[in-house]
């Protein structure tokens, strides 16, 4: 099941996938993220696949969808690159507080409990990510309010 952490990544040298929570790692899986993320979306109900659709139909985008793992936790996972890619990272949408840029290839990402990550994405991605995640949250709960009033 999946564990909650601020980051999650691949580190080519174990062929493990590795979970940050506080500045810690806290846990090591065999394996690549993908495998891990296609399991805690079966685990909650759809696949990648499903989940990839709708971020993609309700956004208007294609390139580089986030992924909802679980809609009642708001637990959503904005990728840096593609997920084919070994050098994606995966940041936890709820826990992002602030995003710096350091420089044009780094940023700085800082959590709602004040931990910091340096990470070599440019800004900009990350920010353009937020932006579709916040859209995209918005139209769920939209959706579901929707549902509530068509009794």
Known sequence: MYT???????????????????KEE???????????????CLENGSSLE?????????CKVHQKPCILIN????LLLLPTQSIQSEQC?????RNIDKIV??????????????????LNVDARI???Q???????????HDIQRKFIFLD
């Open 4 to 22: 909650y952490c601020d980051v999650i990544y691949y580190d080519t040298k174990t062929n493990e996938t590795v979970l940050m929570k506080d």
């Open 26 to 40: 806290i846990k090591r899986l065999n394996g690549k993220p993908i495998k891990w993320i296609k399991i805690w």
């Open 50 to 58: 499903g989940r990839q659709a709708s971020f993609s139909y309700l």
């Open 71 to 74: 809609e009642m936790e708001l």
């Open 89 to 93: 990272l995966y940041i936890q949408y």
């Open 101 to 118: 840029t350091l420089n044009s290839k780094s940023c700085l990402l800082i959590t709602r409990n004040g931990y910091e990550y340096d």
């Open 126 to 128: 990350i920010k353009k």
């Open 130 to 140: 937020i932006k579709r995640s916040n859209e995209y949250v918005k139209k769920l």
